[in-house]
Structure formats: structure tokens, C-alpha cells
């Protein structure tokens, strides 16, 4: 497997792969986190970015219609639980049929579109130092690092980055192993690993290993098999209120010392922790309405829509996957407080007047 963290950036190749510190996800889940009093956890896409990451990185390449076809050709094929297979080969495709490198796909993912006053957001509360910040995303790593490193973001999540992560290996290495892996076993590898045999051109390989898998898995009904956020979230605030004691180099539980959480999210995904972790001190940022249309051809910085005319794409999902697990199985209402946002001004307008009410 590559060193993605030992390879320096060279001039013309783009952003320099993501560092340890950003693949969260891979570091031990026990390690202990600052104690603090607020704790706001992000959602990536189509929250800290504008984008589905996993479509606006094969996109830059191959064009919107094209990515389109060929993930719902694989998805039919496949079945929607190997989503990250699919982009995983997407993405070898793309290194196969343009010669790309490693750095042109993470430059690639550096570029994604966010909203600036979404950017302000997360800067208002990495300025309060009662604040923690971490994002808990279905995206991975290698996309999340590099597009948080070339933006100068990545400081701010002092509680961590926890998503699946993704792995570049050497492409005559990875060959051989899957190859032989295929004659022995009569498949395609660990179905874990969401790998297949590539015999494509590129250096590199990539491919991504399940969230989940740094547990053991989940049993949550209504989450896919990679991922659990309140699995995670979980596992964060544990880390959270809990203190080591000096003297006998022992872990104690403060539990009563929990973090206030303060949710920002917009998939359906997103409902699991509103519905099963979030308390009555908590707030849910929901993201509503619509997402612009053509969001992966654009770049970098974007302020809001002047026109509403331009949300003309998917419904965000947090909202109505609570209302249809409360119409369909009797599920409860969020317990927590809940407010919605579309536009980047809204939600740093909401943000700023949670950091008011706790400094007041």
C-alpha cells in the first residue's frame, strides 16, 4: 500500500495527500479527546461542501453525464450497498483512461465547491475555545484530507474526522494479491475492503475500507453496513468525557461532563444520531429545500444562490427520513432541538446565535 502521509508534494501535482491527523477514522477509537463543552459535529457533503464528494471527483474527469451512467449501471448491477465499490472503481477507471496519478485525483477532490459563509460557520466556532468540532461523514479520507488541507480547514476538527478511509495501493502489488486472492478463493478479495482485479494502467489503485469496520461492524437496522453515525458519535462523546488519571495511568468515566452536541447535517443518514443520541440540551442543523442543480462543475468558493430558481436538484433527506420513520414505524421526534438551513448565511446565523446563548 502506498505511504500517502510519507509522500511530499511535488510542484504540479496537486495538494499534498491528507495527514495522519485527518484519517481519524484509522486511529485508535479509544484514544482520548480534549474535554469541552460545546461539541459541533459536521456532516461533509452537501454540508461542508456544496457536493457529493464520491460524484465530483470521477465528474472532473469523465463529465456529469458520464459518471451518472456508469454509477447507475454498476448500482444496478451491484446492488446500492456497494456504493463505495462502485466509486472505488470509478475511480480506477478514471486513473486507467486518463493516465492520472494519485495527486491529479486528489487534486480533483481539493476543488470541491463550499459556501463561504459555510466556511465562516465552522471558523466562528474553532475561534471559542469551550468548542470542539469533528465531522462524521459516508465519504472517505483520501478525498476529505486533501480537500480540508488545500483549504486550510483541517485544524479546526480537534475531535476528528471520522469516515471511511481510502487507500491508494501499488497497482502491480495490488494486481498480484487480488489475483491470487481470486484463484485461491474464487472471488474478488475481503468484501470489506470493497475491492476488485484491475488490470488499469494507473500507478495506483485506490480503494476504500469501511467506517464500521474500526468496530467490528454495527447493528443498526437503518444504516448502511460502512457506516453508523451514532456508532460514532457515540464512541466520540465517550472519548470525550472521559479523563486519565496521572497518578495510576488509569481511564475514569465522567459521563455527567457531556458535551453539548450540536448537529450539522442533511442526508438521510444524518436521522439516526437526531433520532437516537441527540438529548434535550442538543441541536439539529438540518439542512432543507433543495440542492443546486450541476454542482460538480463547480470549483472552490461559492457565495448563496441569489435566485432560488437555481435549487432546482434532489430534496436534502434528514427531514423527511425522521418523518417517514415516525409515520411508518411510530418512531419518536427528535428529542433535541431543531432548526433548518439552506444557504451558507443561514446557517452561520444560527451558529453564531448558539455560541451566544452558551457565552451569555
Not at 465562516?120 to 475561534?127: L, Q, S
Not at 444520531?273 to 441527540?278: F, K, T
Request: hydrophobic share 30%.
Amino acid at each position: 500500500m502506498v505511504n500517502v502521509d510519507a509522500v511530499t508534494r511535488r510542484e504540479g501535482q496537486g495538494p499534498t495527500p491528507p495527514s495522519s491527523p485527518l484519517s481519524s477514522s484509522s486511529s485508535s477509537s479509544r484514544s482520548i479527546l480534549p474535554p469541552i463543552t460545546t461539541l459541533f459535529v459536521w456532516d461533509f457533503d452537501w454540508t461542508i461542501v456544496n457536493c457529493n464528494s464520491d460524484e465530483y471527483v470521477p465528474s472532473h474527469f469523465l463529465g456529469d453525464a458520464e459518471t451518472e451512467s456508469r454509477l447507475r449501471d454498476m448500482i444496478i448491477a451491484r446492488g446500492h450497498e456497494r456504493w463505495h465499490e462502485c466509486v472505488s472503481d470509478l475511480v480506477n477507471d478514471c486513473v486507467a483512461e486518463f493516465g492520472l496519478t494519485l495527486y491529479d485525483v486528489l487534486d480533483a477532490a481539493s476543488s470541491m465547491p463550499y459556501l463561504t459563509d459555510v466556511r465562516g460557520a465552522i471558523e466562528d466556532v474553532g475561534r471559542d475555545i469551550t468548542c470542539g468540532q469533528a465531522i462524521i461523514s459516508d465519504g472517505n479520507d483520501s478525498f476529505i484530507g486533501a480537500f480540508l488541507t488545500k483549504n486550510g480547514m483541517d485544524a479546526y476538527f480537534t475531535h476528528g474526522v471520522m469516515t471511511n478511509m481510502g487507500r491508494w495501493d501499488d497497482n502491480d502489488q495490488y494486481v498480484d494479491e487480488k489475483v491470487d486472492e481470486a484463484v485461491i478463493g474464487g472471488g474478488g478479495g475481503d468484501a470489506g475492503d470493497n475491492t476488485r482485479v484491475t488490470s488499469g494502467k494507473g500507478k495506483h489503485v485506490f480503494r476504500v475500507v469501511h467506517q464500521s469496520s474500526i468496530y467490528g461492524g454495527h447493528t443498526s437496522a437503518h444504516c448502511p453496513p460502512n457506516l453508523c453515525k451514532s456508532q460514532v458519535l457515540l464512541d466520540i462523546l465517550d472519548r470525550t468525557t472521559e479523563t486519565t488519571n496521572t497518578t495510576t495511568k488509569t481511564t475514569t468515566s465522567t459521563r455527567k461532563g457531556r458535551p453539548r452536541v450540536v448537529y450539522v447535517g442533511d442526508g438521510s443518514n444524518d436521522a439516526c444520531p437526531a433520532l437516537h443520541v441527540l438529548n434535550e440540551r442538543d441541536v439539529l442543523l438540518a439542512r432543507d429545500g433543495r440542492r443546486i442543480c450541476n454542482p460538480n462543475s463547480m470549483m472552490g468558493v461559492q457565495l448563496d444562490e441569489e435566485d432560488d430558481s437555481a435549487l432546482t436538484g434532489d430534496e436534502f433527506g434528514i427531514l423527511p427520513t425522521i418523518e417517514r420513520r415516525k409515520k411508518k414505524e411510530g418512531a419518536r421526534h427528535p428529542r433535541c432541538r431543531v432548526q433548518t438551513w439552506n444557504s451558507g448565511r443561514q446557517l452561520r446565523s444560527l451558529v453564531r446565535d448558539i455560541l451566544n446563548e452558551a457565552s451569555s
